[in-house]
């Protein structure tokens, strides 16, 4: 009774419980998208990307169904501000691919392996939580917010409400009623024809059954953070999200939430803070894949294998950290939250996370041939 009566506990533990299943799936299936990436440059295998793919698919499908119900208003989320800023997105997002493929992982592939037991991860994930701080309000945000956020496009001017792929298509004359689910449908299609496309992926239950499961939990955060969430602060009488970080509807997103972990921590005595759903969902991550890793007997104490290593992992997470936030968002953030929303920015982080992580692994792959 007391947690109903309290939105804000409904919302950190909705997002621990959902964030807990999240890391125990992303353990048993390996998934992460440095490795799906990998996997196709430099094996030219689909299986794990394919997983990705299906569960943007699905997460795509579920957040428009909660919006045509109601039941969550995606236009509130940051990723559908009429303010286009391509180039933090571009700048952000290409620099996150290259930290990530550094690193050897993204951030929700840090958090799995801690809870496997990485303590290489656990600095990573330190030093990223740094950097992403300091690009929220230190030094590195003071370079974000004088050079890269001021190149926007103000989509407002154009009559845009937000930054929607619904919006464009009325734009183009779709009509208002039915352009989001044009949009919704043609993402949603466009991503099962070429997944299921596979006869290998079909055949195997355990990719597709997860990457379902995946996409599910992502509309989950938006049902938990902005229908369970969403209500009238006793304190203000103001209606509003509770528990958030951007004081909005939120869903799965893991380089500014590490970031704020770590202010919590250092901070800890400061009652103005206090555990977010962002939060939540890192420690969920790490507890629900420690929990599969101490369930399957896959639990492995891990360092850092040379001085190489650890330099490389550290340089990694710091492009990590300034990346994820300027571009808004990590891998799970802008390639399954953000993308789920149909905003176009999120897109455009997406590709340039993709792209800067297949050209870091080229020239590394290149690299390794020239050494040899």
Same mark, same amino acid.
């Given at each position: 009774?007391? +947690?109903?009566?309290?939105?804000?506990?409904?919302?950190?533990?909705?997002?621990?419980?959902?964030?807990?299943?999240?890391?125990?799936?992303?353990?048993?299936?390996?998934?992460? @998208?440095?490795?799906?990436?990998?996997? =196709?440059?430099?094996?030219?295998?689909?299986?794990? +990307?394919? +997983?990705?793919?299906?569960?943007?698919?699905?997460?795509?499908?579920?957040?428009?169904?909660?919006?045509?119900?109601?039941?969550? &208003?995606?236009?509130?989320?940051?990723?559908?501000?009429?303010?286009?800023?391509?180039?933090?997105?571009?700048?952000?997002?290409?620099?996150?691919?290259?930290?990530?493929?550094?690193?050897?992982?993204?951030?929700?592939?840090?958090?799995?392996? =801690?809870?496997?037991?990485?303590?290489?991860?656990?600095?990573?994930?330190?030093?990223?939580?740094?950097?992403?701080? +300091?690009?929220?309000?230190?030094?590195?945000?003071?370079?974000?917010?004088?050079?890269?956020?001021?190149?926007?496009?103000?989509?407002?001017?154009?009559?845009?409400?937000?930054?929607?792929?619904?919006?464009?298509?009325?734009?183009? %004359?779709?009509?208002?009623?039915?352009?989001?689910?044009?949009?919704?449908?043609?993402?949603?299609?466009?991503?099962?024809?070429?997944?299921?496309? &596979?006869?290998?992926?079909?055949?195997?239950? @355990? $990719?597709?059954?997860?990457?379902?499961?995946?996409?599910?939990?992502?509309? %989950?955060?938006?049902?938990?953070?902005?229908?369970?969430?969403?209500?009238?602060?006793?304190?203000?009488?103001?209606?509003?999200?509770?528990?958030?970080?951007?004081?909005?509807?939120?869903?799965?997103?893991?380089?500014?939430?590490?970031?704020?972990?770590?202010?919590?921590?250092?901070?800890? @005595?400061?009652?103005?803070?206090?555990?977010?759903?962002?939060?939540?969902?890192?420690?969920?991550?790490?507890?629900?894949?420690?929990?599969?890793?101490?369930?399957?007997?896959?639990?492995?104490?891990? %360092?850092?294998?040379?001085?190489? &290593?650890?330099?490389? $992992?550290?340089?990694?997470?710091?492009?990590?950290?300034? %990346?994820?936030?300027?571009?808004?968002?990590?891998?799970?953030?802008?390639?399954?939250?953000?993308?789920?929303?149909?905003?176009?920015?999120?897109?455009?982080?997406?590709?340039?996370?993709?792209?800067?992580?297949?050209?870091?692994?080229?020239?590394?792959?290149?690299?390794?041939?020239?050494?040899?």
């Amino acid at each position: 009774m007391e +947690m109903a009566a309290n939105p804000a506990s409904v919302v950190v533990w909705g997002g621990f419980a959902l964030a807990f299943v999240f890391g125990a799936v992303a353990n048993k299936t390996n998934f992460c @998208t440095m490795g799906a990436v990998s996997d =196709v440059v430099n094996m030219g295998h689909w299986g794990r +990307m394919r +997983m990705w793919l299906l569960a943007i698919a699905v997460a795509v499908l579920g957040a428009n169904a909660l919006a045509h119900a109601g039941l969550a &208003d995606l236009g509130k989320s940051v990723y559908q501000r009429p303010s286009l800023n391509w180039l933090s997105l571009v700048v952000g997002g290409t620099v996150f691919g290259v930290g990530m493929s550094l690193a050897g992982g993204c951030a929700n592939k840090n958090l799995i392996r =801690v809870g496997g037991g990485s303590l290489r991860s656990l600095v990573v994930l330190t030093f990223l939580a740094i950097s992403g701080y +300091m690009t929220l309000k230190g030094l590195f945000g003071q370079w974000r917010a004088a050079w890269l956020d001021p190149v926007s496009l103000d989509l407002s001017r154009f009559g845009w409400k937000d930054q929607g792929l619904p919006s464009l298509l009325a734009a183009a %004359g779709v009509s208002a009623s039915s352009a989001r689910w044009v949009a919704a449908g043609a993402v949603a299609v466009l991503l099962l024809g070429f997944v299921f496309a &596979d006869r290998r992926f079909r055949a195997n239950p @355990t $990719q597709w059954l997860a990457g379902i499961a995946l996409g599910a939990l992502v509309v %989950g955060g938006w049902y938990v953070s902005g229908h369970l969430g969403f209500g009238e602060n006793p304190d203000t009488l103001e209606t509003g999200y509770f528990a958030t970080n951007t004081r909005t509807i939120e869903s799965l997103s893991f380089v500014a939430p590490l970031s704020y972990t770590l202010e919590l921590l250092m901070l800890w @005595t400061d009652k103005s803070l206090h555990v977010s759903f962002g939060i939540a969902t890192a420690l969920g991550v790490i507890l629900g894949s420690a929990a599969w890793a101490l369930a399957s007997r896959s639990f492995r104490w891990e %360092g850092f294998a040379s001085l190489a &290593d650890l330099r490389n $992992q550290l340089v990694g997470a710091v492009l990590m950290g300034f %990346g994820g936030v300027t571009a808004m968002g990590c891998t799970v953030g802008q390639g399954l939250s953000g993308v789920s929303t149909l905003a176009i920015g999120s897109f455009i982080a997406l590709a340039s996370i993709v792209a800067g992580a297949a050209a870091t692994l080229k020239y590394i792959t290149w690299r390794a041939e020239q050494e040899a």
